[in-house]
């Protein structure tokens, strides 16, 4: 195995553990919801779920920003600045945190003005809200402690997070839906409780290795107005492409619920076929965040340039293994999430949609890790939006005559484009860097 590979999967394997782990939180809370006896116990998780990606999607630049300007520092092999990065991402995670909480009446009030579900579900939508709202602060902070330890090339941590979080959410929730007699507060304050567990252990193990670069963390080099202009710069384009993400999730989950509550269930089930394959390859792609950035701080682009080609070897090989996997195994899968005959019945007539997803897909997210760790963000922005403009064009055209099928097309549409879009802008932006770089100066 050569260096890059070994690269590669020193950081992917453990965070393709740890992000595995993390749509378990969702898919355990389905799982013990899909055995109460109604859909809408399903629909309320779905919705409740999809509020709080909105929501934490949107400050999703506390992880990405911080993991791309820690890798080029980190690449620098300059440790005070990786340490004021982190303390800036902290304390602006903290006091967006407090902003959410204390606003989260109206938070959820607007929210369910766009959200078309039933009242049903919506009523245990906002009861699931009202209590995971207060885990804002460990979910944020975890954020910025995740996003750094991957620039530091340290992607275990996150992994021992993870794991304990899934432990907790388990034994907790199992504990009160079961033991006491709860139904979906108990599912809700499971989550809760395994979200400040592993923020703690986050900052014991951050504590335990790092603590001797406390003292580059003074306040007048933290509000340096230099320092905090590039870090807003950074992220401002994060923040935007991540609006855009979430309008598209927001409206694919909203769009499935105001077919009924077995669409909005069969979607929520199949989505989860998804969310596990951008996992696995975000493992990929936090390797291309970490390396990409500790590659270009060090200004050795020949190791970028194989590193990217290694990295997109072992992507092909997982989106070929994966379409595979779902092909044989899926409607066992389904199964086991859920004992409700008709919502398996109507999944398995969008589930050929399930099977192009990696194909269509893999690109993408190894396309962001490689920015974000180059912090070219708007070249990221500009394939989003696109491809966001793209999602909404093709449903509003074609779900008159298909119906639930339109809003798959979209989506299997929406992830083809930024892959193919961002492969674009790379290409361009490798041949001016080689071109600068063979010109006589």
Request: include cysteine.
């Amino acid at each position: 195995m050569n260096t890059y590979n070994r690269e590669i999967l020193k950081i992917a394997i453990p965070s393709i553990v740890s992000n595995i782990t993390v749509p378990l939180l969702g898919l355990v809370d389905t799982t013990i919801v899909g055995h109460l006896g109604a859909a809408s116990y399903i629909g309320a998780i779905a919705v409740g779920g999809m509020l709080f990606n909105l929501i934490y999607w949107i400050f999703g630049f506390l992880r990405m920003g911080t993991s791309g300007m820690t890798s080029q520092a980190y690449g620098k092999k300059d440790e005070a600045e990786t340490m004021r990065i982190l303390a800036r991402s902290i304390g602006l995670g903290m006091l967006i945190a407090l902003a959410l909480i204390v606003l989260q009446y109206p938070i959820e009030r607007i929210a369910f003005l766009f959200i078309k579900a039933t009242p049903e579900v919506e009523r245990l939508a906002s009861i699931y809200f009202r209590l995971c709202i207060w885990g804002a602060p460990a979910v944020l902070g975890l954020y910025s402690i995740s996003g750094w330890c991957i620039g530091m090339q340290n992607s275990r941590f996150p992994m021992y997070v993870a794991i304990t979080q899934n432990i907790v959410n388990i034994l907790v929730s199992l504990l009160l839906v079961y033991g006491f007699g709860m139904k979906i507060e108990g599912v809700a304050i499971g989550t809760l409780v395994a979200q400040y567990a592993g923020f703690l252990m986050a900052i014991g193990l951050w504590a335990s290795h790092f603590k001797r670069l406390l003292p580059y963390a003074q306040l007048h080099t933290l509000l340096a107005q230099g320092a905090i202009r590039r870090f807003f710069q950074v992220n401002r384009d994060i923040f935007l492409r991540t609006l855009c993400l979430v309008a598209v999730t927001m409206y694919f989950t909203s769009a499935g619920a105001s077919q009924g509550d077995v669409i909005l269930a069969v979607n929520t089930l199949l989505m989860h076929f998804f969310t596990f394959f951008s996992y696995i390859m975000d493992g990929f792609a936090y390797s291309g965040e970490a390396l990409a950035g500790k590659y270009i701080g060090a200004n050795n682009r020949p190791a970028l340039q194989q590193m990217v080609r290694q990295l997109f070897i072992w992507g092909i090989g997982l989106a070929l293994a994966s379409t595979l996997i779902y092909g044989i195994g899926g409607e066992t899968f389904l199964g086991l999430i859920t004992n409700e005959q008709n919502v398996i019945a109507s999944s398995s007539t969008y589930f050929y949609w399930v099977l192009a997803i990696p194909l269509a897909g893999f690109a993408a997210f190894l396309y962001d890790g490689i920015f974000i760790g180059a912090t070219a963000t708007n070249l990221m922005l500009r394939a989003m939006a696109i491809a966001s403009a793209a999602f909404f064009g093709i449903y509003f055209g074609c779900k008159g005559l298909m119906g639930n099928h339109a809003l798959w097309m979209a989506f299997i549409t929406y992830l083809l484009l930024r892959g193919i879009i961002q492969g674009y802008y790379y290409h361009c932006h490798s041949e001016r860097s080689e071109e600068s770089r063979k010109r006589p100066h």
